[in-house]
C-alpha cells in the first residue's frame, strides 16, 4: 500500500491551475495534456512520470515559459509565467550544451554582467563541483555524453537559480554514468537547495531521486495519482520500502514486474 | 608526365606540351604580365565577392529571422538563380561600362544568392534547443543575435562562402574575357585572337586552376578553427 501525498501547508513555490495544451495539427488538433494541477514546494524534488510521448516535456517547457498552454496558468512566486527567466534553468539533454564554447565558455555563458575575476570564480567553482577539472578548455566534441550533460548541469548552477528544470537529462547516457549523475545532482540538490522539477519516463530513477513522484497517464496526459517518496537519502535500493514504492507504481502504471 | 607524353605520342599540334607552357609562364613573368594579370583578377573578385558577401548574408539572415518575409522573397531567389551570372553581361556593359565596375558587377550577382540561401538555410537549421538555452540565461534578442545564432550559424556559412568563392573565381575569367583588357580571363582570350598563342592560353588555364586550387584551401583552413569545428561531424578530425 503507497501513500497518496497530501499537499504540503504553506505557500508553493511552483502552482499550476487548470492547465490543457492542445497542438494545432494539419488536419487534427492533438490534445496532449488535460487540467494538470500541482503544487511544487520551496526546495522540493519532484519528479514527473510517464510513457514517452504523453506530453511531460511539453509540460517542462509551458512551465518554464518556452511555450504558452492553450488553458490554465503556470504561477511562481504567485507570478504568472510569461516567459524564460535566468532564475529558473531548464537543463537540455546533453544537446543545451553550446558546441561552439569550450567548457568554460560554456559554463560562463549566463555569468555576462559578472566582473570578469568574480565570473572566473564562479566557473572554477562549478567545473570543480561537476568534477571537470582539467577540460576547460575542451570543446564538447572532445568530452562524453556524460561529461557534456555534467557541463550543462554546471552552466545551470552557475547563475544561481532558484529552480532546475530537467527534461530526462540522462536519458542518453549508459547505466553506470546515470548512477553516478543521479548521485552527485542529488549532492547537488542537497548542497545548493533547490527546486526541482525532473521529468523522466524511468521508474526507478523516478523513486530514487524525488520526494514526491507525479504520475502522468498516457496522451493526453492527466495526473493519476502523486506518490510520496518518504525515504530517507542515501536511499538503499534494496530496503523492502524502496520495493515496496516501485512496486506499487509498477502496478500504477499497469505493469507486470516481470520480464 | 602523362600530358607530355601524350602529346609526344599523338604528334597533333592542338594542345601545347607541358614544357611550352612552363616557357610561357616564365615568359609573362618575364615581360612582368603574369602579376599584373593575376592581381587584376584577384581584385575584380574581391571587391564582387565582399560586396555579396555584405549584402548576401545579413539578407538572408533577416530573410530566415522575419520568416513571413522570406517566404514573400523565395520565388524571387528561386527565379533568378539559375540565370547565369553570365546572361547579365551585356546589362552590365550597358549600366557600367566597359571596365572594372562590370566585372565587379557579374562577380557580386554571381555569388550574392548562393551566399543568401547559404545564410538563409543556415539560420533555419540553429536547433530550437540552442534558442531556448539562450533564451533562457536572460538575453536580449541582441545578444541572442551574438552569442547564439551567429556562433551557431557560422560552420554551415563557411561552406556557403568557400563555395561562392569558387563561383566567382569562375565567373571572373568569363567576365574578363568580354568586359575588361587585364586579368587571367583576358589573358586567355588575347592570347588566342593576336596570334594563336595557344600555350598563353594554357598558361592561362593552369593559373586559374592554380589559384582556385588555392583560394578554395585558404578556406577550408578557416573551418579547421576551434569554434566552427563541431559543425563539420563526420570529417576526418572528428573521425580521429
Redesign the interface.
Known sequence: MIPSAQPLPGRAKLAIRDLSMTFRGERDDVRVLEDIDLNVHEGEFVCVLGPSGCGKSTLLNIV?G?LPPTSGSVRIDGEEVH????R???V?QE??V????TVEGNIG??L?RLSRQDRDFRIAHYVQLVGLKGFETA???ELSGGMKQRVEVARALA?DPDMLYLDEPFGALDSITRLVMRGELLRIWQAEKKTILFVTHDIEESVQLADRVVILSARPARIRRIVEIDLPHPRDLSSRRYLELRDGIFEEIGLAHRI | MLWDLAIRVSHVPLLPGPVAVARAIAELAQKGFLLKHIVASLFRVTWGYLLAVAVGIPLGILLAWYRRGGLAFAPLVEIVRPISALAWIPLAILWFGVGDLSAVFIIFIASVLPLTVAAMSAVANV?T??W??G?????APR?IAR??LL??I?PRLLVGLRLALGIAWLVVVAAEMIAVNSGLGFLIIDARNAGNRYDLVVAGMVLIGTIGVGLDAAMRRIELL??????Y?GSAE?AA
Open positions: 518554464a518556452f516567459g524564460p527567466d535566468s529558473r534553468i531548464f537540455f544537446r543545451g553550446f558546441p561552439w564554447l555563458f549566463g555576462g570543446y564538447p566534441h547563475v | 536547433s534547443t540552442h531556448n538555452a533564451r533562457n540565461f536572460g538575453l545578444e552569442r547564439v556562433p551557431a557560422l576551434p569554434g566552427v569545428r563541431w559543425g561531424a572528428e
